[in-house]
């Protein structure tokens, strides 16, 4: 709201950013029991750091800066030193200030803007740690100008804004829902006075508890989940200094310094409020005002033409404080917990844009007491004026001078609406261009959407023929998994068999080894067998060459023998007729003689062929030993069987010498076959076995070798 500035010099300052100071409350009970912190709050680097992306994830951070930073541990001392000693001090050399507090419901804004009353009323400000910025500046004011001894008067009223409406919290009326109405400052192009507001004079620091107490008695509020107690309207606590000063030359003149301090609403939206129905509607209001606020210092960061100060009743009132001649101070407050994140980063970032809101703060005129009663008589006369006017309904309720005052503002109205409409026609130009661009890229974007649709279709069509190939495949891929399975384990056992075969492979390269070395052993035992067996047959040879010779010699003698005895004959035969029977006898032992030759040539043939016949196949295959140690033993019998017929032979021979003067007493003749026999004491005469000619070239009588090869052992 507007003070009281007169036409004339006015101090101005060049311009100056608002001030924005976060504060962090503490966490509460259930915070520190159902989630963790996401704010770290750097004083002397006057930074912010918010967690955005989880408590484990130390990248996602995001970092703001401002003028001045408190975290929880901060004390309501700290905030007023910091932030109003030094804005009140310029209220006091004639500014308007103001410092309203922005924040989600329930992070310290009322609390922070009027604490609580101490339950001991000893504390001073300076000593009272639960006091708030309202009750510490106005016993600082009474304290500083009490000090100064300076004439002054302080007043104050306390204005809501809630649901749009204004209602004034310090009127003396118990009708609570009686509206005010909002008209501009005449006196100021970017004021505003409200009409019927009530503005109470507060005579010492005691009295500001009992103002407060009567103000929130009737300030609307009501619970929701962010706050048991939260506020659902916007304060606006203003305290006016009027201060007196005597110059050199003894005029008295009047300064005039304003602070306006500001609570605003709850800034979480109606969800997280939990605001149901009217009170749903309420949020809305309050956020439409929030909204317009934020809409308005967008337009003045970005230095728009318009800005929309008449979309809401609440940026009507601080319209001088965005942008204008005020001193403007914002405190943010925040809550440190992770549930509340998102509007944590709503508030820094509505702050970090109101940072850069440039206002031209100037000194409000001195007025000298003339001049000031001259108003104050001008004020009077006109609602004398307009009291009469009412009194003589006339039709017009107004004085003509203060008709002709409307006039005239309602004039300068019409050129600022003027102005605003060119601006919002210019806008609304842009706009329209905006618009058919945008209808163009609409008609753009709606034909590259039914492309899309199409291909869209057609990926469609494709995705279910992919699907079902990919059952398909799915169903292959199931039966060549089997499949492979099956061969898996198939190999398996090959590679047992494998291995079995390879072991067997093994076992067989051994036992050929074996084999070999058999044979080998085998082989070495046929040359030594070829070896002794060529040493018998030769030995065998020697014995029968030997047996041949004393068999000529035998026959040698007896052919000597038989020529005596047939020169004996002869003599026998001169003799006469006694010596026919030994004739006769002499005869049969010829033919015997004979006989026995022929018989011993034929054995001793046959015994050279059957030699013959075994040097062959021994030198042929190798022969085997039982075969030939057979045929061995059937030579020696024959060489014995031989040799003892020829000795009995010859034995008889001798003994038929030796008796032939009794001869014809013990032969007897067989005249038909002409072959004698012996008579002698039981023994028989033996049987030579004869054995058949054996052909050199009858392989089928000719003995063969053994085709049972030695046995190698496993």
Request: net charge negative.
């Given at each position: 709201m507007a003070s009281h500035n007169t036409s004339g010099v006015k101090r101005e300052e060049k311009g100056r950013n608002i001030q924005v100071v976060v504060r962090c409350r503490p966490f509460n009970t259930v915070e520190r029991k159902t989630s963790y912190g996401v704010i770290d709050c750097d004083q002397n680097r006057k930074e912010v750091t918010v967690k955005t992306g989880g408590v484990n994830d130390k990248a996602s951070r995001k970092t703001y800066t401002f003028d001045m930073v408190f975290g929880p541990a901060a004390k309501q001392i700290d905030v007023y030193r910091s932030v109003v000693c030094s804005i009140l001090d310029e209220v006091i050399m004639g500014y308007n200030c103001t410092v309203f507090a922005y924040g989600q419901t329930g992070t310290g804004k009322t609390f922070t803007m009027e604490g609580e009353r101490s339950p001991d009323g000893q504390f001073t400000w300076e000593e009272d740690p639960l006091a708030g910025i309202i009750p510490r500046t106005l016993h600082q004011i009474f304290e500083k100008l009490s000090e100064n001894g300076t004439e002054f008067s302080i007043k104050?009223?306390?204005?809501?804004?809630?649901?749009?409406?204004?209602?004034?919290?310090?009127?003396?009326?118990?009708?609570?829902?009686?509206?005010?109405?909002?008209?501009?400052?005449?006196?100021n192009k970017r004021g505003v006075v409200v009409k019927g507001l009530e503005e109470v004079t507060v005579h010492n620091k005691d009295e500001v508890y009992q103002i407060l107490e009567r103000g929130a008695a009737k300030r609307k509020t009501a619970s929701t989940l962010m706050n048991a107690y939260s506020s659902r309207s916007h304060s606006v606590f203003s305290v006016t200094i009027h201060m007196k000063e005597i110059t050199l030359d003894g005029e008295e003149l009047v300064k005039i310094g304003k602070l306006n301090l500001v609570d605003l609403a709850g800034s979480e939206n109606i969800g997280r409020s939990g605001a149901v129905d009217k009170r749903a509607r309420e949020a809305g209001n309050i956020n439409q005002s929030l909204l317009t606020l934020g809409r308005v210092i967008t337009a003045l960061v970005e230095k728009r033409p318009h800005v929309p100060y008449r979309e809401s009743k609440l940026t009507r009132i601080l319209q001088d404080s965005l942008g204008g001649r005020t001193k403007t101070s914002i405190i943010a407050t925040v809550s440190p917990s992770s549930s509340n994140l998102e509007e944590t980063l709503s508030t820094l970032e509505y702050a970090s844009r109101a940072k850069n809101i440039m206002n031209k703060p100037e000194v409000n005129q001195k007025l000298t007491k003339r001049t000031l009663i001259k108003e104050y008589t001008e004020e009077i006369e006109r609602l004398k004026r307009d009291l009469a006017a009412t009194r003589d309904k006339n039709g017009v309720?107004?004085?003509?001078?203060?008709?002709?005052?409307?006039?005239?503002?309602?004039?300068?109205?019409?050129?600022?609406?003027t102005e605003r409409i060119a601006a919002m026609e210019d806008e609304l130009r842009k706009v329209t261009e905006l618009f058919m661009d945008n209808k163009t890229r609409l008609e753009q974007c709606t034909a590259d959407l039914d492309e899309k649709q199409q291909r869209l279709e057609e990926t469609s069509r494709d995705l279910q023929l992919t699907r079902e190939r990919l059952g398909q495949e799915e169903f292959i891929s199931s039966a060549l998994t089997t499949d492979q399975e099956n061969l898996y384990n198939t190999a398996g056992q090959l590679l047992s068999t494998v291995g079995a075969s390879t072991r067997d492979v093994s076992g067989l390269h051994d036992k050929l080894d074996r084999k070999k070395k058999v044979e080998q052993h085998n082989g070495e035992m046929k040359q030594s067998f070829e070896e002794r067996m060529e040493g018998a047959f030769s030995s065998m040879q020697a014995s029968i060459q030997q047996h041949s010779r004393s068999h000529h010699d035998m026959l040698s003698s007896f052919s000597q023998a038989v020529g005596k005895k047939h020169l004996w004959r002869k003599r026998v035969a001169e003799q006469g007729s006694p010596f026919t029977g030994m004739k006769q006898t002499i005869q049969c032992l010829q033919d015997q003689l004979n006989l026995l030759a022929m018989q011993t040539q034929k054995n001793f043939t046959d015994l050279r062929s059957a030699s013959r016949a075994l040097q062959g196949p021994v030198q042929s295959f190798g022969g085997e030993r039982s075969t030939w140690l057979v045929k061995t033993v059937n030579c020696d019998m024959l060489v014995w069987c031989v040799q003892d017929s020829l000795e009995d032979e010859l034995s008889t021979c001798n003994e038929s010498v030796a008796t032939e003067v009794s001869f014809d007493e013990n032969l007897v003749c067989n005249e038909n076959s002409r072959v004698p026999f012996f008579k002698k004491s039981g023994r028989k005469e033996p049987k030579v076995p004869v054995k058949s000619k054996v052909s050199e070239n009858d392989a089928s009588q000719t003995p063969q070798k053994s085709k049972l090869p030695l046995r190698a052992k496993n």
């Open positions: 104050v009223s306390l204005l809501e804004i809630y649901n749009e409406e204004l209602f004034d919290l310090l009127s003396p009326s118990e009708d609570v829902s009686e509206r005010l109405q909002l008209f501009d400052d005449p006196r309720y107004l004085s003509a001078e203060n008709y002709d005052g409307q006039i005239t503002s309602q004039q300068e109205q019409i050129v600022e609406y």
